[in-house]
């Protein structure tokens, strides 16, 4: 995939884009090129982070260097983070992540990487998701909803997302705020959101948690309803309070889209490669594919986003037990 | 406007020199990844997305369009030539395509394989045209519970790969659905059959297994024949295309194969591995005799169903906004770059696009046929290289196109691995179609049994009280009961006969 990322970068610099803030190459980091890791496969999500910010780099001038993308796929991302954790002090070796789904990857691939010793650059974005329900369904709120949940655990068919991802957390933190056990939970896992879109769309599903990038067609058209929305701000154009509104902003958790670094960087370097992403967030080239994907920005560099990650650890280690993965 | 006047004003659109270009460098550079190992339509899209910034979307549209039917008939040229199949719905044209090529009848098996795709895009296309939202409407209503029923009947349909023992067909099949458990268990997060190897975690990639049972066990194959005198060499012999027999032989599988693509394709969860397997095994046991050693009907079906299947997926794609297969999520997004947001409200927000997206289908599919028709005598040249060297190359192709894929060397190992077991099977006289068959159609129709009882709360009564469900059960039941009693009454007659 090296020629790939190769000729992408070229693509994209042929073509030309608005020329963001730029304080163009020069001293010290970068001086040689980059490799960005994707953990997944081409055309993912992984995948499209890790080429909007190749794309970014080049294409709004902020360094010369040649950055490339590798894709290391498989076990939930953690064959490639195994691969990542070996090149230690390297600073040219970046890879991105999103916090809750790689920490849950790596609690159901009973991985032996840590994610918190390697050292965090930057948080760059959140993907805002929806609990939503079919058009004629009878709830009509996220009160009804849980309810429903409480009485019968089982007659309520979540969908949305693998088992250990995001959504299957939010659901099992809802349910545990209802005092039902997560284990109790009827939750239907898919390999994607078309999947669990298909089981909602059919009725077979009562309720379902997917990103509002994925569900906003739908919703617009008034096929599915949104009950709330996690994140503690409003989405526009979606017709739900936000889980914090309702007081359950606890209940969920909000993965962030990040990049890290091997361990045994110096703090000198870690701030180069920083200040580097920082100024790669604030061009045009990044704004676009912040819009394209349906991302909001989330900047949280440094210690900000180890905090992030050593807390979502934390949480996401328990809500997976009482799920009975990870054994 | 009517679904004509659309059309019309979508070719309008389409119908342009510069669109015209464009699509016909879709679909060669579309056959070209299609053919080199390793590179899928999806992956190529990927790469030429960023001249999205650079073409109106038409343009770009029509390329991708190219691009895709280009890639699918591209791999399909290297599962007839070279036993290679560069994706899983490839697979059951391999199991006919290669002999036939072997028999010196590549010729033929290209053609009905292009016309075939061509017949069926066109059929597929025209029927999206005219039915989509009603097609999505039914698509958009079924459950697990027909999924699964489905997948049954697939499973019954499989007796005719068994060859001439059951119990090796069976023990075949048996060890492909248990290849086909590897992996964490997407149900339950269990890892089954892993052995704590963290790269089977996701399961056994199906390609490269694919490509180790038959590209690589014929390799070992002709490498162990090497004492009994030289193979004979292939003879392209009489004409390259096809012969009138062959046309009388293929257009009842190209019509067949789209019945079953396109409306499975457009299911959203039907992709186009069920149906080029159903293809092949319905054409198997409609002419049993001729198959295993290169019959035309078994290219001609399967590859009309792949190419329905993928028109079919833009179905959930357009109505639904739903991708099916990895090559529409690039589809998806390219709509989204163009701020289009492919959705039950497309057809009403952007018909230009839309009918000029369907319109450059059409031109698709005859860039397709007018680019692969003339190029088929220069892969028949393939064969005349001499087996020893064809053999080494194939090895290599097979090589390369396993580790670009996934770009793992466990992936390569995994191929020379099933080689080895393709070698022994061969030699044991173990058919190998009902392995691969079980390897990729078991863990889908598992998952689908398994999301029906979930979804039923554990009864297992909704697979016979959905009544679409119910239908397809019994159509499943009279295939499998069906030939017995056929045969019984055979047997009552036979005495008759013979007084």
Known sequence: MRITAAVVALAVTVTGCAVGESTGPGDGYPSKALTIMAPGSPGGGWDTRARGIAGALSQCDITDVKSTVVNVPGAGGTIGLAQFAKSKGDPYQLMVMDSATMLGGIVNNHSPVDLTTLTPIAGLSKGPSAIVVPKGAPYKDLKALLAALRKDPHGVKWTGGSLGAPGHMTVAGLAKGEGVDPKDINFVPTAGGGESMNLLLSGAATAGVDTVAELRAQLRAGELRALAVDGDQRI????????????????????????????????????????????????????QVLKQNNWVDAWTPGEAFEQVLTQQRGQITTILGELGLGK | MSVLANLLDGFSHALSLQNLLLGLLGVTVGTLVGVLPGLGPATTIALLLPLTLVFDPIGAFVMFAGIYYGGMYGGSTTAILLNIPGETASIPTTLEGYPMARRGRAGAALATAAIGSFVAGTISTVVITFLAPGMSAIAKSIQPAEYFSIMVLAFVTVTSLMGDSVVRGMSSLFLGLAIGLVGIDQMTGQPRLAFGVPELYEGLPVVALAVGLFAVAEAV?????????????????????????????SWKPWLRGTAFGLPIGSLPAGGAELPTFLSYNVEKRLNPDEFGKGAIEGVAGPEAANNAAFSGVLVPLLTLGIPTSATASMLLIAFQIYNVQPGPQLFDQQPTLVWTLIASLYIGNVMLLV???????????????????????????????????????????????????????????????????????????EVQFRRALAFSEGDPSVFFTRPVSLAILVVAAACLAGPVILRRKGRIALPEAID
């Open chain 1, 236 to 287: 526009e154009g979606v017709d739900a309070p936000t889980l914090k509104e309702l007081g359950l902003a606890d209940k969920s958790i909000a993965t962030m889209a990040g990049v890290l670094a091997p361990a045994g960087l110096s703090e000198e370097q870690q701030q180069d490669v920083i200040s580097m992403i920082d100024k790669m967030r604030r061009t045009t080239c990044w704004q």
């Open chain 2, 221 to 249: 194959s002709t490498a162990a024949q090497r004492h009994q005198g030289t193979p004979p060499k292939v003879e392209v012999s009489g004409r390259v295309g096809m012969s009138r027999d062959d046309w009388r032989r």
């Open chain 2, 371 to 445: 680019l692969n028709l003339p190029l088929i005598r220069l892969w028949v040249k393939l064969l005349s290289v001499p087996a020893a060297l064809l053999t080494a190359a194939i090895l290599t192709f097979a090589t390369l196109g396993v580790y670009a894929t996934g770009q793992s060397v466990f992936e390569i190992l995994v191929a020379y691995g099933f080689g080895l077991v393709g070698f022994v099977m061969r030699r044991a006289r173990y058919p190998v179609a009902p392995l691969i068959l079980g390897a990729v159609l078991g863990p889908l129709m």
